[in-house]
Nanobody, 120 residues
Framework: VRLVESGGDLVQAGGSLKLSCAAS????????MGWYRQAPGKERELVAA???????VYRDSVKGRFSISRDTGQNTLYLQLNVLKPEDTAKYYC???????????????WGQGTQVTVSS
């Protein structure tokens, strides 16, 4: 299994980014998938998850601003980040996950992640 995240950048508060997670060795059609993030000195946290049937969940702090989606033909997971805030600054990771979607537990090893930095 290989998950390669990309799309992170330095942006000003209020800006937007679209993160991508290219997956190989795993089929996004038959796995729950999640985006996680880890800020310096903090634990990694679930940001958003999408279920096998396309249902989505978001942590409260990103609801209405972030959107998770997938392209099963390209086997790629996406996270659209809008109205970015400095507190969104973190390294973002994707993973297949399992369990209750709102607490989807990572199933695959972490990739290198992609850094999102939001300046105020």
């Amino acid at each position: 299994v290989r998950l390669v995240e990309s799309g992170g950048d330095l942006v000003q508060a209020g800006g937007s980014l679209k993160l991508s997670c290219a997956a190989s060795g795993i089929n996004l059609r038959i796995n729950h998938m999640g985006w996680y993030r880890q800020a310096p000195g903090k634990e990694r946290e679930l940001v958003a998850a999408i279920s096998i049937d396309g249902g989505t969940v978001y942590r409260d702090s990103v609801k209405g601003r972030f959107s998770i989606s997938r392209d099963t033909g390209q086997n790629t997971l996406y996270l659209q980040l809008n109205v970015l805030k400095p507190e969104d600054t973190a390294k973002y990771y994707c993973a297949a996950c399992f369990g209750v979607l709102s607490a989807c537990k990572p199933l695959t090893s972490w990739g290198q992640g992609t850094q999102v930095t939001v300046s105020s």
